[in-house]
Every structure is written in C-alpha cells, then in structure tokens.
C-alpha cells in the first residue's frame, strides 16, 4: 500500500510542479488537480483536492526568489483552502492522505527540473533544504549528469550552519570528493576537504580524514597518510573503515604480521559491539586470515566488468610455464644485445591486434594512449592466448599496463607483478649467460626487456620490497649507465631494510655521477644511522648546495604540496623536486630516532 501510495504521490507531484511552473499561481495548480491530476490518484477527487494545497505550501517560486507562498491552514469550521467554497471539515479535512508528504519534495523536483541560470539562481538563494539538495544530487549522479551533480551538491556543503546537513551526508560527501578527482577539481576538493576538517560535523571529520589518508596513500605520501589516519582514529574510533585503512597502511608501509595483528584486533573489538551487519564482520575476519589477500579479492571485486578478466589472468599467471629462451648474443664492441625472433614478432603481432595501443618508446614507462578502457577485451585474448606472453614484448605491454593502474597496490604484487618478474629474470639469466658485457638500452631489443624490468621493479616496491631491490640491483648489473634510474630506488629500498652499510656504500659508488637529490639525503641518513654525525654534516652541506629548499621542505608539520611538470618530472633543485622527496621518504626521516630533530637543528 505505501508502494502505490510513493508512485501516486510523485505523478501527482510531478505533474503538480508542471502546472505551478505555467504561471506560478494557486488557482492555475487547482484547476490541474481537478481536472488532469485526479487521473493520477486513480479518478479520487477528494484526494486531489487535499494534496495540491499541501505542496503548493512547500513550492519554491521564481517570482518571489524561490520562497514559498505558504497558505494559511484553516479551521474546520472555515472554508476550505481548496477553494471549493465548503467548509474544511466537510471538505479537504474530512480527507486522510495514505502516507506521510516530504516536506522537501517540490524542492526536490524543482532541483531535478532547472537548468541553467535558474538552477544557479535557486542554488544561490540558500533557500532549498539540505534534503533537497542531497537527493537531487545523488539523482543527477545516479543518471550519468556529473556536472549537474557537482552544482547541486556544492550548495549542500557550502551553507553556513552545517548543523542543518542531514545524516545521510556521508555519501554525498564522498560522492562530491569522487566527482572532484574525476573531473579534476583538484583545488577545490582539497578546499573541501580543509573546510570540513576546520568546521564540519564530527561524523564528516572522519569521514574527511579516511579519505585524505587514502588520497595520501596514493600519493605514496606515507607520513602524511600516517598522520591522517591518527586523526581519524581521534575523530572516529569505532569506524569500521578505520580496520580497512590500517591493513592498507600498514601494508604499504611492509608490515605485513602487524597488518594481520590489527586486523584481528579490529575485528574482536568490532564483534564484542555488535552493530556490524554479518557481511561487515566476515570481512574483518578475513581481513585478520591475510590481509593481502583479502584487499586484492575486494579491489577485483569493485573492478565491475574488469572482475571476471582479472581473475582469470591470476589464475593464468599462476599456471604459466616456464619462459622459453631468448636469442641474446654479444656484438663487435663486446656488448651485449637481445633480438626478437620472428616467432615473437607473430605473438606479439597477434596481442596487438587486441591491445591496440602503443608503448611510448620515448619514455622509460608509458603508453601513447590508455589501454585500460577496452581492458576487458584484450584481457579475455591474453587469457585464451597464454603463449603470447612468450614473447618479451607482450610482457612488457601487460607489465606496463598492470603497473600503470596497481603498481601503488601492495596487496596485488603476489599475483599479477610476482608471475612477471619469474619470467623476466629468467630471460635476463639467459642475458648474462651470453657473456659478460654491458646490456645497454639503445642497443637491438634491449630496451624491451630493461623497460619491463623498470615496470615490474615499481610494481612490486610496496608489495614485495626485496624481489623489487634484488630486480633492481640485477638490472643495474646489467645496465651499469643506468639508463632507468634505478640507483635512487635501490638506495630507497635499503634504508627501508634498515641496511645502512650497504646503503651507505652505495652513494660512494655513484658519488661521482649527475647528484640526485634522493642520493644525496640517502648518504646523510645513512651516515646518521650508523652514527657519524659530523660526515652526516658535510654530507649535508651538499645537499643544500644541490637544493635550498629539501632540508626545510623534510622538516615542515604540512607543507603545501608542490606539483612537478606535465610529466611528473621535478627540476633539480626545486621545491617541486624537494616535494617529491619528503613524500617518498619523510616517512623513513620520522621512524629513525632523532633524525628530524637533529635536521631541525642542522637547519636553524
């Protein structure tokens, strides 16, 4: 009965909207009622004639700056406001409507209605409620209408008094976040993001403070994702989300036995509350079993049309036999070159027909357009096709690709990065095997197989550090010019192994080379670690003739972000270069005891 009663309630209301809308007059809604709006309450007169004056009260008019012309209730003893000429307790009050009438409804459907500059105009006025706004926001989003649903949802949170947002802000909230990253609104999301952490409801706090942690995660900024969550834990500490951000943080941190260990302790204080629904809670069980596993299985899940594809190529990397040999053989100036057989042409030939785009062969690792929006497509061939990935080509298009969309994924490394890397270094054995020279980038194919080698190495940095270092170190054997930049990384991933010797002698040996700012702070913590303080000074001294701007950059509480250039690259020297650092490894300065107070007094 409530069913039928929505469905009548907004035909009626609908076509109510559109009578008000013809000239923004009582009478005119009360002639509709009676004559085309009875129709819609199946032929009940005196059902229509109660309803239209309930939401002619609650209609925003244009001609009065969208308030509402709110009708005065009558007795029952004075005529009804229907205009029926009885009086109200023979007429309109003798009448029970079937359900309760929102008393944000018409605003609502208006909302749904406007467009342009009347739209902007309602939104401007500040007079629709919260209500409104969230449902009319959510409504255009669900239809595919994003920038109509970023209007909409922008007057939501952008009122004076949150007090007034209603309590299924959260999502709308988080939809506005999405809405900001996906049309590139950076600016105003992090705005948002400021504002509601500054002033917003307690419930929305937290729910800004998941978020900012998750953006930081991506950003591989683990300090500041780190310090987010702290604040959300502050801000929410039942949050059943809070279990799911630790796993991920602490994951992208390399600690794997404390993410398991939090879990399960997530999960017996969640249980012993008793408001988890039974879905929630098998969660968090599985979560504590392994969570590495259990994310990985929840972003193929949230991955729609790509779910089934992506299982079946775990399924298949996890099958694929050994990788055949490759024809590798030494040249006149006694280096080493790699060139494709026609076999791997063919193979390669046939992936592409599917694949379709192009690896930028300008560029260390990128493509000459996204592969990912017709993924389902050349997933599914790869998937019937295993023997494609004979050829080293084939690898290196699908490592790039994997690595482009979860390379920042820890919990994926096992099962797609892990399979990669098994045949790769088993083509790079049969490098070294040719002989003993320099596998350099220019030469024949060797750019193939050190460009897969780079993707993979980035792949599997969070998830499987030290497969990720080992690959490296290979390839910097290999490659001793180091064509891919790898020296920087290997230095990263041995201070994050607490391997300060090796770390250390590692600077010594490209002391000689182009400075990197990333070396250079590598060799004062190192230095600092193994207790040498004043070479940690000099060392440090260098590191301010190659960059003013790192030492304070690592030191500040919230620095403002600094972007690099369109292609992610910082000059030397600048702030953007001493952003990209603290972001990789303040992390690293903050867990060494002393460290950053001891810059902090190198600084002052």
Sequence with gaps: M??????????????????????????????????QGVAQLGGDLALAQALAPELWTQTPLERLGFACETLARPGQNELCWCDSGRKTKHCCGAVTLPGEIPDHLMWMLSLRDWTGPTLKAALASGRAPAQALLEAGLIAAESGQRGRAQQILEALFQRADWSRLPEQAEPAFELLIDLYQERGFTRKRTALLDEVLERGPLFLRGVALERLCLMHLDNDDLDSARDAFVRAQQALPDSPTLAYIEAMLLLHEGHEQEAAERARFWFRRLARQGELDPDQLQFLSDLADNPGATLADQLLNAEEDLAEP???????LAELPTAPALDVHVNAEGELEYHASA?????????????VVAVDEESAMGFEDDPWPHAGDWLRELCAHPEWLDAPRVVQSLALALTSRFGSLPWMSPSLFEPLADRLERWL????????????????DNAVLLRTGLALVVGMERGARERSRELAERLLVLDDQDSLGLQELVLDQLLREGRDQEALAMTERYRESVPVLGLLMGRVLALYRLGRRDEAGDALAEVERHNAHALGMLCAENPRPVAAGPDGAAEPGSRAEAWQYRTLMRDQWRTTPGALAWLREQLD
């Design 2 to 35: 409530l069913a039928v009663w929505v469905e009548q309630l907004l035909g009626f209301a609908t076509g109510a909207l559109a009578a008000i809308r013809e000239d923004e007059h009582y009478p005119t809604l009360m002639a509709w009622a009676r004559r």
């Design 310 to 316: 992506l299982a079946a190529l775990q399924a298949l």
């Design 343 to 355: 076999r791997e042409d063919t193979l390669f030939a046939a992936w592409q027909a599917h694949f």
């Design 429 to 444: 054995e049969r490098v070294r095997e040719a002989g003993n020279g320099p596998f350099l980038w220019e030469r024949a």
